[in-house]
């Protein structure tokens, strides 16, 4: 089973891993050097900066020296194999597109996940100094120099809901379709925002997130977070959301149950 107890205990090491990250990102920030990425899609633009690489790596030299048994599973450096039975993944930088463009809306996903159950999640946004840690049934944001108790709102129906996706048009038709029903019953919606919507789900400020074609990188930080803020997190079937794939996050069950309606129409 998963330990509470352990995950607690590295706290301090993932608040190191996102410190260190701030620090090699931000003097990239808005420069003339995030604005120039480097293309590593051949067949259509997933842009990656130095700023993601450079993130990456301090992050995993830091577990390495510190966690030398740990695997690691990173967006740029692929997969270090551990012996302890846990795994930390890393998102150097979720949402590079708004990095490129200059929109503090990316973030930096530090997850750890034992047994295949993500049991610490941070998700940092270094540009607005508010950090995001979930563990347990607890979450809380730290932003400049304040601690606040993250809980979701209690939103009582769905067509009273603030809705997001990154990008509707990543979405295959039939998915495309189930989403455009919701959006349609939803009282708002934002685009655009990357792992940032997650965490502003944990605070209670929109209701429900929903994508598709997502990697364990993209999502191990964020279960934490929101489960600790008491939101709820599954696949498009209801089922508990595994590391990637077609993931559904809200701010209650009421409203989860009422978008599984349309989203069960495309569930892969």
């Known amino acids: 089973m998963p330990d509470p107890a352990l995950a607690r205990s590295l706290l ?27 293309n590593k899609d051949a067949n259509g633009f997933d ?21 030398p048994d740990d695997a690691i599973e990173g967006e740029e450096y692929g997969s ?9 993944y890393l998102d150097p930088i979720d949402g590079t597109r708004a990095f490129v463009a200059g929109l503090p809306s990316w973030c930096v996903l530090i997850g750890l996940v034992q047994e295949a159950r993500p049991i610490l999640g941070v998700i940092d ?26 809980k979701t709102r209690d939103c009582p129906q769905l067509t009273q809901a603030v809705l997001s996706t990154t990008d509707p048009f990543i ?13 349609a019953t939803a009282r708002l919606t934002r685009y655009g925002l990357d792992a ?11 209701d429900m997130v ?34 990637g794939g077609q993931i559904v996050a809200a701010s209650n069950r009421k409203i ?13």
Request: proline share 6%.
């Open 12 to 38: 301090p090491l993932a608040a190191r891993l996102a410190d260190a990250a701030r620090e090699a990102i931000l003097p990239i920030f808005r420069s003339a050097e995030a604005s120039n990425p480097t």
């Open 47 to 67: 842009p990656v900066t130095e700023a993601d690489r450079a993130s990456e790596r301090v992050m995993r030299e830091i577990i390495s020296a510190e966690r």
């Open 80 to 88: 270090t194999p551990g012996t302890s039975g846990l795994t930390w």
């Open 125 to 150: 946004q270094p540009w607005l100094d508010e950090r995001y840690v979930g563990v347990g049934d607890e979450a809380w944001m730290d932003a400049r120099g304040q601690r606040t108790k993250l």
């Open 171 to 183: 979405l295959t038709p039939p998915e495309r379709g189930a989403f455009e029903h919701i959006r």
């Open 196 to 206: 940032y919507a997650y965490a502003r789900l944990a605070a209670g400020t929109i």
């Open 210 to 243: 929903a994508e598709s074609g997502l990697k364990a990188h993209d999502v191990a930080a964020l279960f934490p977070v929101i489960e600790g803020a008491g939101g709820v997190v599954t696949d498009w079937r209801g089922n508990p959301a595994q590391l």
């Open 256 to 268: 989860l149950d009422e978008a599984l309606i349309s989203l069960r129409r495309s569930a892969l």
